[in-house]
């Protein structure tokens, strides 16, 4: 908590964000905890105002949204009960399709700010708002979502950084990107259909993707970025209460996708 005990102002956390190297201008995608920050006034909404506040007008914030409803697992059911979903569930719609709840309460809070953009992938929705945020999340590919022409890829081109405030190392989702880049020996394809609203009808439409669920080799994405801070890359510093970390996007992906392949390589 800030002096005297007093709920962090905006402008404090404006402040860190600043020493930690937030600029304007910047292509940020945020990771965050919010209990991490501590008692804001204003709650979560201070916090990314605080950013948008950094950034300007010029700037750029993105987040992993995903889909909080989505019906992947139809698969694993009874016949019985694909015919119901498959008749009866929502289509995804980016206006009105929630944020997944484990990913932190201000990805549900910027995909509702006005002005905002989401990519039109259920599985790997991303949500931007800021001056690129239509170039970050336009066309985004339903199949290897997280590869090439996703929002993650157009973050690394961008220049963008990471910024985890507050959140632990294995959160960062650009990683799955690193992963796709990647030459693996073990990269795990799965199929699964969506509900899609075409023509004023709902489509279930196939889509093929690396699985990002439960880790197919022995590592883990902490033990990535932890060997990619011990080399003296990146940032650290505090925002509000929270231990923050900042990383340049493109450099963590070609670390991460020559560390994969060093340990976990086609050879490996």
Known sequence: ????????APAQLAADLRALGVAPGGVVMLHASVKAVGPVLGGPNTILQSLFDVLAPSGTLLMYAGWQDLPDFLAELSPEAQAHYSAHHPP???ATARAVRDNSVLAEFLRTWPGTRRSENPEASMVA???QAESLTRDHPLD???????PLARLVAARGQVLLLGSPLDRVTLLHHAESLARLRHKNVIHYT?????DGRTV???IEDLDTGDPHDAYTFEEIVGAYLALGRGRRGRVGDANTVLLDAADLTTFAVA???ARF????
């Open 92 to 94: 995804f719609d980016p």
């Open 265 to 268: 390589g086609p050879d490996q």
């Open 259 to 261: 560390w994969l392949e």
């Open 204 to 206: 279930w439409l196939p």
């Open 129 to 131: 708002r800021g001056a």
């Open 194 to 198: 969506c509900p899609f609203l075409r």
């Open 144 to 150: 290897y979502g997280y590869g090439v022409g996703s």
């Open 1 to 8: 908590m800030s002096a005297q005990n007093l709920p962090y």
